[in-house]
Structures are given as structure tokens and as C-alpha cells.
């Protein structure tokens, strides 16, 4: 399957490099590749530098689109145009997964309406105005719902992906791959050690 | 502190973007730069490439050195230009961090002879024929001595990150920091969850 990575700036490192990490190993099941909405080095302030396609490439949609969080999507959710984009990419493909507040750039596209789904729990308040429709649980490590899977923060991201794995594969190909990078995998998506009521 | 992350062709993903995401969010404490032997783009197998400066540029040594792993350290650990060069700024440096196969790179060099030191677990006994006078230690999710910092597989050079930061900053920021990225921060680095006897 191919995984496309969205990318802007001041991206979350973690929320694309954790689910990288994790689809990357597995070579000849997952491809992955990199798109913004020019093309060319994206920035992060963590001083990361990434090479990127231009997202005119994705022409019919893609078995996996990812959509990270961070800093930079509070300016992105009033990007008319990147929420268009990421709403017509959305429609033409298979599953949809977003990490963090990357859930406030899909909610915006109104792809979420009546449909479960989660964000960082600090950003939490924020991310509900950009979609008043949707249903969002706040205690969870990540939500499924139709082919729309998302995180809560950071690092959900990497439980999110190997529970897709688990969806798709079984759970111990999930299990496998956890115990590969000797990571701890919350494999409940409504066991989450970050609620607080 | 200036922290200096090296690259090069298939490093692995996630033993450089879990620290740079633990260091990079700390924007008043830590400035990560990325470099590698040539400067500009180093790719590895996940898809991902990343802009770096060229190594010549650390002429002092750094605060923070940090060294990852992947499949290229099999390859680079033949690279007597690139061991030479780690040898070099590992020892004006004040601290030297490696995550997973990285530690083979650092015993290479003969800096770690005497002290103790860990691995990935499914490389373990390659990286040990790299420092045989090294204190190789099969159980630990990170191990510290003087100043030289290394862990586990993978997702381990973040609870070591976190580690590092728990002596720097003292337990509580750690944990803090943990709990912004909604991380399940392995705290002790002799609780080692993937080791098999």
C-alpha cells in the first residue's frame, strides 16, 4: 500500500516520524513518500528539514493518507486551499489517518461530521471548534470510525498505526512489529494513561 | 545546549526523530542541527530525506552528540573516515548519545573500552564484535557512564532522552516533558521489557 505523508510548516516530528518508523519497516508492504502543498524542503522547528513532493502529484487518491499535528496547524485550519485539498484526497482514499491535532485540518474539511475521533489532550478545546459536528471522545489512545483512524497526542500516533496494523494484518503481526522497535504498545485504543477528568 | 545529531544513508527513523522530538520542543534549552560527512541531503530506506550541514562545520566539539542507529551502521562502521571523525568531536564534547545500533559506531572508536554500554536487542551480538573491551550490558533500556549515554532499539533513545533530561533538569521537567507528548516514559533504565534470557 502506498502512504502519503502530509507535510507544512512547523509540522510535529514525532506524529510523522513515529508512524514512518513503523510503515518504513515494512517494506514490501508500505511505501512511503513525503507531499506539501509546493513541493521541496518543509521545516519544522525542531530543525528538521524534509524533502517533499508536490500534493498535485496524488492525482486519484491513495491507500493511506496521514495527516500529522503540531504547531503549524493553527495556522493551516484557515488555508482554504490546503483544507480543500485535503478534503478531495481524503474522499478518493482508502483510510485516512491523522495523529494529534492533525484531527483539527480533517475536521475542517466536515469529513468527520457525525463520525468518532480524538486529538491532543492540551489542544483539546481548540480542536472541537473546528468541527462542531463531529464526535469527540476525549479519553482514548486513538479512534476508528468508517476508514477514518486518529490519534490523541504525539506519541498515539505510533499505537494508532500499529492498531491499523492489527486491523489489517492480525494482532500478532502488530505485536511483532511493536517488539521489533521495543516499543510498548498501548494496545487498547481506550486505554489512555493521559485522561484526566 | 547545542545538540548535533549524525546522519547517514539508512539511519533509522525513529532513533533520531524520538530524541529530536524530546530536545526540539525545548526551544529555550536545546538547538538541534543535523550533520552528516558531506552535508545536504541524507536519505534513508523509509523514504525519508533530510537536509544536513557538513560535519567539518562542528570544529569544537558540541554539548550533545548524538549518534543513531539503523542498517547503515553496518556499512559505516568500515567508514574510518567517519569513526575517526565521531572519535574526534565524541571526545571535545560534553555529552555522547547513541540509540540502538549507534553504540557500534562509538565502540569503534575505542571510546567506550571500559564502560559500560547497550544495543538493540536483535543486533546485540554483532555491535558487541565492534568494542570487544567494552562493558556490554544485555538488560537495560538505557545505561549511563561518564558521559557517555547509550540505548536499547529503537523507541528506547526517547526514555533515554528522557533520562538524559531527568539528571540534567532533575525528574519532575522529565516527566513533564513526557506528558506533553503523552509518552509512557519508561523511568528506569534497568527496566528492560524486551530482554529475554
Known sequence: MNVA?????DFETLDVFGPVEIFGRLKD??????????????KNS????????????????????LIPGGHGTRKEVNNIE???KIRTIS????????????SALLAKTGLLNGKKATSNKRAFDWVITQGENVTWIRKARWTKDDKFY??????????????FLSDI?????????????????????????????
Open 5 to 9: 505523508i502530509l507535510l507544512f510548516e
Open 29 to 42: 508492504k508500505y511505501q512511503i513518500s513525503f507531499y506539501s502543498m509546493l513541493g521541496g524542503l518543509v
Open 46 to 65: 525542531h530543525g528538521v528539514s524534509i524533502l517533499t513532493k508536490n500534493i498535485e502529484d496524488i492525482k486519484n487518491g491513495i491507500d493511506i493518507f
Open 82 to 84: 490546503l483544507i480543500d
Open 91 to 102: 474522499q478518493m482514499s482508502k483510510f485516512v489517518l491523522t495523529v494529534c491535532t492533525g
Open 150 to 163: 486518529t490519534s490523541a497526542g504525539v506519541s498515539a500516533g505510533m499505537d494508532m498505526t500499529l492498531g
Open 169 to 197: 494484518h492480525g494482532l500478532e503481526f502488530a505485536r511483532k512489529t511493536a517488539f521489533e522497535i521495543e516499543y510498548d504498545w498501548v494496545e487498547n485504543m481506550e486505554e489512555d494513561h493521559f485522561y484526566k477528568q
